[in-house]
């Protein structure tokens, strides 16, 4: 089945402790990006990435990293989370088509961070 | 930098009936791509629709169709014959052709039985 497979779907933690939230799309689409979703607000793009190794800042991406080192794979890392973090987060894909397709999304991660 | 704005947080329809959500955008590029997606409660992102900017004809995909009007940067959504499973959050959203995307802040569609 083609998907964009986000993990964990789920996550608490504390104040400044590293994580990763993974990414990973079976459909072998050239761009990826990661957003956050907060009530009120819609959804914000955090990065997005045109291919392997080229990687670009979307509206909110302070406090965020990214690296794409494979094509399939697109990690969201939160060096230091903090409480204004805490939100619904969705990664996303799509051929490199001149952004005619849209974005095909996993299912989010809601990460609390406390 | 590019804008979308949803006029109405909320809207809602009677079942069988049809209902317009609005959206406009503003951007300096001529080449660039339009959506519009549906969250239910479940809050998987779904593409409902999409509109290449350099397409004069309207999309059309079953009961859902748009009216985009570039002169006027505009873009709503028509469904007809609604459903009660069209009952969703709907976002507006636009691509650029390098994957930056902008989305706008979205409309609770309830559909009345």
């Known amino acids: 089945e083609a998907q964009v497979t986000q993990n964990p779907r789920y996550l608490i933690t504390v104040t400044g402790k590293k994580l990763t939230v993974t990414c990973s799309q079976n459909m072998n689409h050239e761009y990826m990006s990661w957003y956050r979703q907060d009530p009120g607000l819609g959804l914000r793009q955090i990065y997005y990435s045109m291919n392997v190794e080229v990687t670009d800042k979307g509206d909110v991406p302070e406090g965020y990293k990214v690296s794409r080192k494979e094509k399939r794979n697109f990690p969201l890392i939160l060096e230091s989370p903090s409480p204004n973090q805490t939100s619904l987060y969705f990664c996303?894909?799509?051929?490199?088509?001149?952004?005619?397709?849209?974005?095909?999304f996993g299912s989010g991660t809601r990460l609390t961070v406390v | 930098a590019q804008t979308v704005t949803q006029s109405q947080p909320e809207m809602s329809v009677q079942e069988a009936e049809t209902v317009t959500l609005s959206c406009t955008y503003d951007?300096?590029?001529?080449?660039?791509?339009l959506f519009w997606y549906k969250q239910p409660p479940s809050r998987q992102m779904i593409l409902v629709i999409r509109?290449?900017?350099?397409?004069?004809q309207n999309a059309t995909e079953n009961r859902f169709s748009v009216n985009f009007q570039k002169a006027a940067k505009s873009f709503s959504l028509k469904i007809s014959d609604s459903q009660l499973g069209d009952a969703a959050m709907y976002f507006c959203?636009?691509?650029?052709?390098?994957?930056?995307?902008?989305f706008g802040d979205g409309t609770t569609l309830t559909v009345k039985p």
């Open positions: 951007t300096s590029e001529s080449d660039y791509y």
């Open positions: 509109q290449e900017a350099y397409k004069q």
């Open positions: 996303a894909s799509s051929f490199r088509d001149r952004g005619r397709s849209g974005y095909t």
């Open positions: 959203a636009y691509n650029t052709n390098a994957g930056k995307s902008t």
